[in-house]
T-cell receptor, first 116, second 112 residues
């Protein structure tokens, strides 16, 4: 398995532009998570899905952020409009979670976003 | 609300020395995980601890779990420079639809 695949690896964009980050989870995993990591705030959970359904989006900073998971093999995180304070590394992670079985997360390589 | 506290947050140690990182969590949990993050890289799963008294070892790292004390330790034996990284612990509950709560991480620097 190729692991969790994120694209792009790096993104530099101008303030006000729309940014879309993409994630392909590991086949068979039923939970998907979007995290943001910065030096100041550490690792923050933005939103997570279970069986393609958003379960908790309380970590999404504001309405400029939105996430979708149209099927089990694809998710997007969109920022519109982007602002310099959105600059961070965004990680996608997936895992299998059941009522009696649970494995740790597999993280993607991350997308380093710079908004200028 | 489940909270996870790690200490220390920063640790600088000499090669060859032993040290322990602590992870406390606030409420009963079903799984405890340790992850490693190298600078500029992603997080990688190290250990999954499932029950009281569980111990896992890989190389110079050994993780243990005491569910009664709500405490996990990550013990480093005879540290080497390659172990320099940030170590995160995380816990979750089976009722939580897969969501783990992470600690703030312990940044370990091993000096020659």
């Amino acid at each position: 398995d190729a692991g969790v695949i994120q694209s792009p690896r790096h993104e530099v964009t101008e303030m006000g532009q729309e940014v879309t980050l993409r994630c392909k989870p590991i086949s068979g995993h039923n939970s998907l998570f979007w995290y943001r990591q910065t030096m100041m705030r550490g690792l923050e959970l933005l939103i997570y899905f279970n069986n393609n359904v958003p379960i908790d989006d309380s970590g999404m900073p504001e309405d400029r952020f939105s996430a979708k998971m149209p099927n089990a093999s694809f998710s997007t995180l969109k920022i519109q409009p982007s602002e310099p304070r959105d600059s961070a590394v965004y990680f996608c992670a997936s895992s299998f979670s059941g009522t009696t079985l649970r494995y740790g997360y597999t993280f993607g390589s991350g997308t380093r976003l710079t908004v200028v | 609300e489940l909270k996870v506290e790690q200490n220390p947050l920063f640790l600088s140690m000499q090669e060859g020395k032993n040290y322990t990182i602590y992870c406390n969590y606030s409420t009963t949990s079903d799984r405890l995980y340790w992850y490693r993050q190298d600078p500029g890289k992603s997080l990688e799963s190290l250990f999954v601890l499932l029950s009281n008294g569980a111990v896992k070892q890989e190389g110079r790292l050994m993780a243990s779990l005491d569910t009664k004390a709500r405490l996990s330790t990550l013990h480093i034996t005879a540290a080497v420079h390659d172990l320099s990284a940030t170590y995160f612990c995380a816990v979750d509950r089976l009722t939580n639809a897969g969501k783990s709560t992470f600690g703030d991480g312990t940044t370990l620097t091993v000096k020659p």
